[in-house]
């Protein structure tokens, strides 16, 4: 197990800029053996904590997305019908009594893993990501809490599959749909606000070495001014990065020589007709005016 | 669970029985201020202060934070508490004390803070929330048997006599509430088999043939259930209306799942946590505090706007009715109500506006708040009876 101090660093290795709360709470995951619940807006990164955390483990990172109608046949596990078809139309010549082709066509070769099953059936703890989860149905949400708190799998034709590993469990979700009590309370929770403009400027050095140091605290400036504007849609993280990389190709060294090219290029941080109206001409070079 | 293979071990060093039970106190006052905690989160709040993390106060107010929190308006709270509880007398000390200091925090004080004794303008008052707890009315009411029901639903709700026809109108909205919802989703399980064959499943299914498709499989679209978003207008003029209207709320929170409740006057809150509060006292109690801060006049457009822009994509699904409850005296200006409406329109599948004052003779929507939103509504309806909320569930039904 990572002591808690060594967290912070090892995912700022692992290429992801980590407040405390966020160490803390990673370092609790493995501690009290829970799963972390991350809510926050779009873009601030929530997925991104789950692909740097299994890089720090140096595991595997299984991802599930849910959506809407997501069952467990295509979150669990599925025989695969087309090869049990085959399989018994092949040995219908052969005389194999009916028991031995059940066993045979019930058994692990026919098996499909689908991301929970493939999740406990690993030698090594990998990060099961299920992400969005607020997508799913509620009744997907129950069964996940049952597998959550057994980590084990019961498959009727076969039998009970306990778990090789436990895996380390990261939930994100977006807020669309309010999620259960006994959810929330089985996992610890984070939340994961923007990130200030320090945090910001380091994800964007981090991201893209080749900048310019006073470039990245400006782009990361910009932003969080922008972001108190009344927007439709906030951009995320990824926006700066594609903004601080295309103003970076650009050429641009600072942002306050260039209003212009600095207007022109807010498309990568602004995606609606409502939001591209609203910051005009003028209210870029208010913004650029304040970052000093 | 497959011991070996797992990541850690367990923690064998234990806090000490003062500290456990200075937790156990902890955990009580954070029950009390509404936070979700099981034995076993406390149990591993035991570990976590036991661990390396509790090395400094700091630390252990972050830690347990992830641990007791479950959603971010827990969030802010949390750190209020814990101060309040660890930090008061400082936390070194703290660990040394027994449990009895940790008690004599009363939780609600936390949530209030200042000037929380003067109920809001509109909300109901301490007494009508009682009305139900007598539990002699309530069953002499049940006793005037059907006629006497029927009576009273038809009566203006400004025009109830005392705490006993209250009482009645409450229950009898209560019962409606359960009623809609047993309407309303037993529609789901008599649908037609699906269009689609789901081949998938017909293979699963005819395994048993050999794999020849005698039993088909349909795929048909699950419908999603009814949901109820309430606005709920507390202002001043509302005030005789109100009373009623947030027990007809909290009656249809608790028997729909899914179902939004808000509160609005100057401003907006969303009071849906408070109203899943089973008893009635304690749901008004949390609902006042809430819904603090209410100031004169109503601004029905501002609101809505708010509501429109941090509620509305977690509140408003595809098959959503927003009802409002207001009488449309609006004290903000109409061209934002007019543009609140219409981006309201654009993501829900019905607008209910129900308007106490329909009710009344002579009443005509020529305030100009009313005027503004009438456009954008799909039904326009009275709500000063019983009875007028009843004539809505027809409708709910075929939405």
């Not at chain 1, 103003?247 to 260039?258: C, F, M, N, S, Y």
């Not at chain 2, 009814?226 to 009373?243: H, I, N, P």
Request: aromatic share 6%; glycine share 8%; proline share 4%.
């Amino acid at each position: 197990m990572i002591p808690r101090s060594a967290i912070a660093s090892q995912l700022a290795e692992a290429g992801y800029v980590a407040d405390r709360d966020l160490s803390t709470a990673l370092w609790m995951m493995d501690h009290l053996s829970r799963p972390l619940l991350i809510e926050g807006e779009a873009g601030v990164g929530k997925t991104e904590v789950a692909k740097a955390l299994a890089k720090v483990h140096d595991c595997e990172l299984i991802r599930m997305q849910c959506y809407e109608g997501l069952d467990a046949n295509s979150a669990l596990y599925e025989w695969n019908y087309q090869r049990q078809l085959l399989a018994i139309k092949a040995r219908e010549g052969s005389g194999a009594s009916v028991s031995e082709v059940e066993a045979q066509i019930f058994s692990e070769d026919y098996l499909l893993e689908r991301p929970l099953l493939a999740a406990i059936r690993r030698e090594k703890s990998p990060v099961l990501l299920v992400d969005e989860v607020d997508r799913a149905d509620e009744e997907f949400e129950a069964f996940l809490l049952e597998l959550l708190s057994d980590f084990q799998v019961t498959i009727p034709e076969f039998g009970t599959i306990a778990a090789r590993s436990i895996p380390r469990v990261v939930l994100t979700s977006n807020g669309t749909r309010e999620l259960s009590d006994a959810l929330r309370r089985r996992c610890l929770y984070h939340y994961l606000d923007f990130p200030d403009v320090d945090r910001e400027a380091a994800i964007i050095l981090m991201r893209l070495p080749a900048i310019d140091a006073s470039l990245a605290l400006q782009v990361a400036r910009v932003v969080g001014l922008l972001r108190k504007e009344d927007l439709r849609k906030i951009p995320g993280i990824a926006e700066t990065l594609d903004w601080a990389a295309t103003l970076a190709g650009l050429g641009v060294e600072d942002l306050r020589a260039a209003p212009e090219l600095v207007f022109e290029t807010l498309i990568a941080l602004l995606k609606t007709r409502e939001d591209r109206a609203r910051v005009t001409i003028e209210v870029a070079e208010r913004i650029l005016g304040k970052v000093a | 669970m497959n011991a070996g293979a797992a990541p850690l071990k367990r923690d064998d060093s234990e806090p000490g029985s003062s500290m456990r039970r200075r937790l156990a106190g902890f955990v009580a006052t954070l029950r009390g201020a509404g936070f979700a905690i099981g034995h076993a989160e406390t149990a591993d709040a035991a570990r976590v202060i036991a661990s390396p993390a509790a090395d400094r106060p700091h630390g252990l107010c972050i830690a347990l934070r992830a641990l007791f929190c479950s959603r971010q308006t827990e969030l802010a709270r949390f750190d209020e508490l814990f101060a309040a509880f660890w930090r008061g007398r400082g936390v070194r000390q703290a660990m040394r004390i027994a449990v009895d200091g940790g008690r004599t925090k009363a939780p609600r004080r936390f949530e209030a803070g200042p000037g929380a004794a003067n109920s809001p303008a509109g909300l109901p008052e301490r007494s009508l929330a009682e009305g139900p707890e007598d539990g002699a009315s309530d069953g002499r009411g049940r006793r005037g048997g059907a006629s006497a029901h029927d009576a009273l639903s038809a009566k203006d709700l400004r025009r109830l006599d005392g705490a006993q026809e209250m009482a009645a109108a409450i229950a009898l909205a209560e019962r409606l509430a359960r009623r809609m919802r047993a309407r309303l989703t037993r529609r789901e399980r008599v649908r037609a088999r699906g269009r689609r064959i789901d081949l998938r499943a017909t293979i699963r299914r005819n395994i048993g043939h050999g794999g020849e498709p005698f039993d088909l499989a349909f795929r048909r679209r699950k419908s999603k259930p009814l949901r109820l978003v309430v606005l709920l207008d507390a202002s001043g003029s509302m005030e005789l209306y109100t009373g009623f209207f947030v027990r007809f709320m909290h009656a249809v929170a608790l028997s729909f799942k899914q179902s939004e409740a808000f509160l609005f006057h100057t401003r907006l809150a969303h009071v849906s946590s408070a109203l899943r509060e089973r008893d009635p006292t304690r749901a008004l109690d949390r609902l006042a505090l809430m819904a603090q801060g209410i100031g004169g006049g109503t601004k029905i457009g501002e609101s809505l706007a708010t509501f429109d822009r941090w509620h509305a994509r977690r509140a408003i699904h595809s098959r959503t009715c927003v009802i409002i409850l207001s009488d449309g005296y609006d004290t903000g200006e109409p061209a934002l109500l007019d543009s609140s409406m219409r981006a309201l329109r654009k993501r829900c599948r019905r607008i209910v506006w129900l308007n106490p004052l329909i009710g009344w003779e002579g009443y005509a929507p020529s305030a100009r708040g009313m005027q503004a939103a009438l456009p954008h509504v799909d039904l326009f309806a009275a709500a000063h009876n019983i009875d007028s909320l009843a004539a809505l569930e027809p409708y709910l039904a075929r939405i």
